[in-house]
Structure formats: C-alpha cells, structure tokens
C-alpha cells in the first residue's frame, strides 16, 4: 500500500527559499514524530520534505517541519517552531520564536538564531548552536559535535556521546558538559566545565 500526501515549501525571499508544491509517496511507512507531534495533512502549519533534497521555510505561525530523507535546508520563521531534518545531512535554523530544532540522523548543522531555543544534534557529527537569546539549550547527541552556546547569557551545552568540542558563548553563566568520551572544553566562560570518562 502506498500513501501519497501533499507538502507545500513556503516563500522566503529573503533567504532564497523556493516556493512549490511537492508531492511525498510513503511505502506505508509512518511519518515520524516530531517532537511529540503527529503529522496532520490538514494542518496549514504542518510542513513535510520528501525524500529528496529540500528547501522548506516556515511561515509566521508555529510551525512543524519534517525534512525527511536527503540533504534538507530547513529555516523556520515568526513563530515557536519544531523542526526535524530526519535522515541526511541538513542544514537547520530556527528564527524569531522559541524554537525546537533536531537535525536526527546524519551530520547536521543546527542553530537557533533570536529566543531561547532547544538544539538537538541527534545521531552523526553535528555542529550545533544555541542563539542570540538568554538560556539555550544545545545538545550535540551521539558523534563527534561542535557544540556552541550562543551570545546570550545563562547557556547549557551538552556533548553527548563522542569526542566533542564544547564551547559556552560569549555570555555569561554558561554551563558546559562534555559527557563521555574524549572532549575539550574551548570557552573559559563556562561557569561549570565537566566532561565524563
């Protein structure tokens, strides 16, 4: 059995996003969740990749955004957004709202950009950083990650599992965990630097 559903990318000129339709078969595989959320095709504010390689931008909304399959560039917009890159290796950005961002499966690279946001690298060597807001969280998962705070205050940065490289932010208060594997601690601005053998 073969399930089609429709995904719509939206316009973002101003980062060059293209605007289309596209069309998304499933071998009677579930979508997954993305941070607890249910794919809805009736939900304006829901927005699915393929299998391919996307370009999908947000709206003003709260908006969940499955990438999928393929080397995705995912940037959400105006709102509290969860986005998920799936399989491959994507490029995620958050943006106005408090954002979830996980990159899942693959080496990603995933930031937030204005609020306080949550960053999950997910499985792979990812590059991850928090954003310009007070309190991010920014967990690398399992790989060799990058692990960055950003420039607000009051930052946590987690390695994970692997050899990570786990560095606050230029603000204050960060708190720094490498957690197990060989990791190195590159801001001396983190309040609390651990790393677990």
Known sequence: ????????????????????????????????????????????????????????????????????????????EGGADKICGGNGNDFIRGNQGRDELSGDNGDDVVRGDLARDMVFGGNGDDIVAGSRGDGDMVFG???????????????????????DNVRGGPGTGDVCDGGPGEDFDSNLSCENSTSIP
Request: aromatic share 6%; proline share 4%; net charge negative.
């Open 1 to 76: 059995m073969k399930l089609t559903i429709l995904a719509l990318t939206f316009a973002l000129a101003a980062v060059g996003l293209m605007v289309g339709s596209q069309s998304t078969v499933f071998a009677g595989k579930p979508i997954p969740k993305c941070f607890g959320v249910t794919y809805d095709e009736n939900n304006p504010n829901h927005i699915l990749g393929t299998n391919g390689d996307d370009v999908l931008g947000g709206t003003g909304g709260a908006d969940v955004i499955w990438g999928l399959n393929g080397n995705d560039t995912i940037r959400g």
């Open 141 to 163: 998962g399992n790989g060799d990650d990058d692990v960055r705070g950003g420039p607000g205050d009051n930052d946590m940065t987690f390695g994970g599992r692997g050899d």
